[in-house]
């Protein structure tokens, strides 16, 4: 049981390059999401999947683009990278339909640098 | 709009000491849930507890304790007896529950306290 995983762990692009953030879980959730972490800020939500086959912006969705390929799997886009994207992205999963009551379990994270 | 305020930047104690990480929260909803996460050095988020609007008992869990105050709008945990695997940063969240919003587990983070525990 791996919980969440997230490939790659380290990526570091050029500005204007693309690439796709993987994540895939193995609980049977519901729900995922998408968030980024940067110095001094906590973690804020990009994009969310409430349920297979719907996905919704958060709080920075600005330059992303996500997929939800099936119950497992969700990925985050990124289709021409800039330097402020450079951060830390971490996936995450629950149970889902419960609302507030949701609880959020994490991937590893995957470290972003874009020159 | 929701809010969590984790001001304490880093704090540095010497292992055995007791330690309080702060956490207050700013909501409209009468129904809410407040969360904390640790994470290590290795970078994962580890959740350790999740306590709702209508709980305000304090919680124990071996060497952590969380204080819930309502009134006060504070989520407060304790370290007793801290070791240095207590080196990390800790968030504290705080999720909504809004009648006919979008039912998502959409959770506000704080900034994050880094504790740092010295041998």
């Known amino acids: 049981n791996a919980g969440v995983t997230q490939t790659p762990k380290f990526q570091v692009l050029k500005t204007g390059q693309s690439m796709t953030l993987q994540c895939a879980q193995d609980?049977?959730?519901?729900?995922m999401y998408w968030y980024r972490q940067d110095p001094g800020m906590g973690l804020r939500l990009i994009y969310y999947s409430a349920s297979e086959g719907t996905t919704d912006k958060g709080e920075v969705p600005n330059g992303y683009n996500v997929s939800r390929l099936n119950k497992r799997e969700f990925s985050l886009r990124l289709e021409s990278a800039a330097p402020s994207q450079t951060s830390v992205y971490f996936c995450?999963?629950?149970?889902?339909?419960?609302?507030?009551?949701?609880?959020?379990?994490f991937g590893p994270g995957t470290r972003l640098t874009v020159l | 709009a929701q809010k969590v305020t984790q001001a304490q930047t880093e704090i540095s104690v010497v292992e055995k000491e007791d330690v309080t990480l702060d956490c207050v929260y700013e909501?409209?909803?009468?129904?809410?849930?407040l969360f904390w996460y640790k994470q290590p050095p290795s970078g994962e988020l580890v959740f350790l507890i999740r306590r709702n609007s209508f709980d305000e008992q304090n919680e124990i869990s071996g060497r952590y304790s969380w204080n819930f105050q309502k009134s006060t709008s504070s989520f407060n945990f304790t370290i007793t007896a801290s070791q240095v695997v207590d080196s990390a940063v800790y968030f504290c969240a705080l999720s909504e529950w809004s009648a006919g919003g979008t039912s998502y587990g959409k959770l506000t983070f704080g900034q994050g306290t880094i504790l740092t525990v010295h041998p």
């Open positions: 995450a999963s629950s149970e889902g339909g419960a609302g507030a009551r949701d609880t959020q379990y």
């Open positions: 609980m049977n959730h519901n729900s």
């Open positions: 909501t409209r909803d009468t129904t809410y849930y």
